[in-house]
Structure formats: C-alpha cells, structure tokens
C-alpha cells in the first residue's frame, strides 16, 4: 500500500504561481511513476502531467504545455508540480497518483486525497 500526501495548494491570483508538493510512504518511491490529475465540478477529472520512474520521461496536457513543470526527488520520495502562469481555468482539486506500472493517461494505482487550487481572475 502506498499513501500519498498533497500540499501546496490554495488561492493565488491569475498570472502567479504555485508549487504542489506530494509525499509518498513508498520505500520504493523509484519503482512508481508518479502523475498529477486534476479535477473541477462537472468535468472528468483530467491529466495534468506524468513523470516517469526515474525522471527521464515527463508528459503534459496540451493546456499546460509551457506553462506546468513536473519533477521528482526519489531520494525524498516526493514528485512536485510547478504551475507558473495560472489561469483561472486551471481552477480545481488536483490530485497525485502513483502506479508500479503506467504512466500517462491510464495510470492510477495509488490516489491521494487532493489539494484544491483556486486561480482568482
């Protein structure tokens, strides 16, 4: 079992920045590639973007292509997401996933509880 912690989230106006952190009991934190996802009221929740198991690899949806950074520490079993930019379309619960063997869009093993984000226009 892997349980996962978000922080980092609150109020900020358009144009500014956060950074969500989310912590990982995993002793083997290096084994998961780790995501972000996003959710608002009536939507699907989405991706946000995806880091491979040691980093290599990252993926972002298009609406947050230049804008998002994902990275990891595997030596502090943390990933993080810096929004830079932020829109007030970026407006949602953003939650953190691991999983032993996808990344991208279908992964989803491991599910943190969600920090909300809330871009002021």
């Known amino acids: 079992q892997v349980q996962l912690l978000e922080s980092g989230g609150g109020l900020v106006q358009a144009a500014g920045s956060l950074r969500l952190s989310c912590a990982a009991s995993a002793r083997t934190f290096s084994t998961f590639a780790m995501g972000w996802f996003r959710q608002s009221p009536g939507k699907e929740r989405e991706l946000v973007a995806a880091?491979?198991?040691?980093?290599?690899?990252?993926n972002y949806a298009d609406s947050v292509k230049g804008r998002f950074t994902i990275s990891r520490d595997n030596r502090k079993n943390t990933v993080y997401l810096q929004m830079n930019s932020l829109k007030p379309e970026d407006t949602a619960v953003y939650y953190c996933?691991?999983?032993?063997?996808?990344?991208?869009?279908?992964?989803?093993?491991?599910w943190g509880q969600g920090t909300q984000v809330t871009v002021s226009s």
């Open positions: 996933t691991a999983d032993p063997n996808r990344v991208g869009v279908q992964m989803g093993e491991y």
């Open positions: 880091i491979s198991w040691r980093g290599s690899s990252t």
